[in-house]
């Protein structure tokens, strides 16, 4: 499958730079990821699809909160999944600051499991990592103009179908931090490992843990698991 981290096939760039699909228009680009070659890569493809575009790095979300401060972005292109504080957490604090800027959450994880938490906390458009280079022009674009994008083809996910009203899954009745703790819960992590992982004691998880056991009416960690892996809520 094509990635964000190539170019099409061929290893031709994403678009030709004399190719008048181009972009015109100057936009300013802030790269929101904490691996240096994903960056890189979008930054090539980027380079690579617009005329005019100035982009900007920061490899945590304090770093792209003080970024989101302090100069004129675009558009924002975030990851979800980082050290210290989450990109959804991130996603809400860019919001506050500056509640007109557009932002593409870039994640590794499939669509269903946090496209719509995205879009809910904020966020103008959600494209996975298995992406190709043009799907991410494409999305950019989408974004520049006003739009949401969740994909080709794809329904706007801001809210249920009717036929959905009532029917909610569990798992969408959990906060954002219950929802990662049963993911990595979901994962076979140890409510130790998970403590560390995203830095808060072992007491605080073990109370989100709890918390998730009741708002879905389950008493194990094993139906939690069972339920995560029926419902597609891990990679």
């Not at 890189?40 to 401060?69: P, S």
């Not at 009741?214 to 094993?222: F, H, L, P």
């Amino acid at each position: 499958m094509e990635t964000l981290l190539s170019s099409d096939q061929g290893g031709e760039p994403a678009f030709d730079v004399n190719d008048p699909r181009r972009s015109s228009f100057s936009v300013r680009v802030l790269l929101v990821d904490d691996h240096p070659v994903v960056r890189q890569g979008i930054r090539q493809i980027l380079t690579d699809a617009f005329h005019d575009i100035e982009v900007g790095e920061a490899d945590d979300a304090e770093g792209a909160l003080r970024e989101v401060k302090t100069k004129p972005w675009s558009i924002v292109v975030l990851d979800i999944s980082m050290p210290g504080l989450s990109g959804l957490d991130a996603l809400r604090e860019f919001r506050r600051e500056r509640p007109e800027l557009p932002i593409l959450v870039l994640s590794m994880h499939p669509a269903e499991q946090f496209a719509r938490r995205s879009i809910s906390a904020g966020a103008a458009g959600y494209l996975t990592k298995h992406s190709g280079p043009r799907e991410l022009v494409r999305a950019i674009h989408t974004l520049i103009e006003g739009g949401i994008y969740v994909g080709p083809g794809k329904e706007p996910l801001g809210a249920p179908r009717p036929e959905r009203i009532g029917a909610r899954p569990l798992h969408e009745g959990l906060s954002d931090r219950e929802y990662q703790v049963l993911r990595m819960i979901a994962h076979g992590k140890t409510v130790s490992q998970i403590a560390t992982e995203i830095s808060l004691s072992v007491k605080t998880v073990s109370t989100y843990r709890t918390r998730v056991l009741e708002k879905m009416n389950m008493r194990t960690t094993a139906e939690l698991m069972r339920y995560a892996i029926l419902n597609h809520l891990v990679d």
